[in-house]
């Protein structure tokens, strides 16, 4: 029997995200994830006269092309996959793992190579900026462990957060740009946390539904060379696989300075991937009420009601604060009271305490406003 939240989510991904339109070519990548969703997706993209195109992929066989092949062979696949990318309009993500830590093992050398060689030329290069795009998770056991609940409450939890209200959430998303996009000074304080930076100039982007589901934040880019101070995450992070506690990062004219963690020594290995790893190319709100503690996985974390994180590595196209680098590192610092709280300031102005916004024409995003 068919799961009806299947054909739900299906239906939220190709005319909420992506909007569909007949004749389009739709690229789904499917990685570990059941028939289902990919069947579903390919009928509603039929649906809308438009045509469905399938890649599935495997996380050991990519942990295996990772670790044997030679620089040569990963570009040409890089190639190979970018034609079939620039041949599309729009590019359904659908990523499950059933093990999240598949390419721990997999050389800090040989994960350079796939990100120079075949993601950068792949995703950066073509699928976000010239595709209508939207990436997933998929709930599978290995989530539930991380998330330290069962199989059966996590895939509740899934569905309801990947299937909210989006378009309530856009509307309500629509002043905080506006207060972002006016905003020249932001402050952050919080335990281990005492950072500015500017903001000014730069666009402010609403996330609710369209690029990830779940979703759930705004974001902008610092201007690159004015972070200064210090912070410290709160949620783990996981990065390639590797899960890194306790990350503080100390900032000087934008650059990081110092770089400290359970796991020091690889953080300023991956600080180091190339200049721009070091630098600032994110600045992020999050406001999704479902999701209210952190579970290792990125795209469900970084939209934690009352968080914000900061992303060491490359700028996004639409908010082009300058920073390139082969990485792009979301780390997230929880600000409600059960995690010791926080202010967020926009030019001195107290937006954000504790988790929850201020101002009255922002209090539509607090989590009591959007469940």
Sequence with gaps: MQDPRIEKLAHIITTHSLRVQPEERVFIEATDVPEEIVIQ????????????????????????????????????????????IADMQAYIGLRGSHNVNELSDVPDAQMRLYREL???????????????????????????????????????FYFRVCTLDYARMASAMENLVERMQRTDQVQIAGPGTDLHFSIKGMPAIACAGT???????????????????????????????????????EFRDGKIIAATSDKASLLNQILDSDEGARFIGEFALGVNPHITRPMLDILFDEKIAGSFHLTPGSCLDNTPNGNRSQIHWDMVCIQTPEYGGGKIFFD????????????????????QQLV
């Design 41 to 84: 997706l390919m009928r509603r993209i039929r649906d809308a006269g438009a045509w469905p195109y399938v890649h599935l992929k495997g996380n050991r066989i990519q942990r295996e092309i990772f670790r044997l092949c030679d620089a040569a062979t990963l570009e040409r696949m890089g190639q190979w996959e970018a034609a079939q």
């Design 211 to 249: 690029y990830n589901l779940p979703d759930g934040e705004v974001y902008t880019a610092p201007i690159k060379t004015s972070v200064q101070g210090r912070v410290r995450f709160s949620a783990r992070s996981i990065y390639l696989g590797v899960v890194h506690e306790g990350i503080e990062l």
């Design 118 to 156: 075949w993601w950068q030329p792949v995703h950066q290069a073509i699928r976000i900026p010239k595709t209508r795009w939207v990436v997933l998770r998929w709930p599978h056991a290995a989530m539930a462990q991380l998330a330290q609940m069962s199989t059966e409450a996590f895939e509740d």
């Design 348 to 367: 001195d102005e107290l937006v954000r305490k504790d988790g929850l916004f201020v101002p009255a024409d922002l209090q539509e995003l607090n989590p």
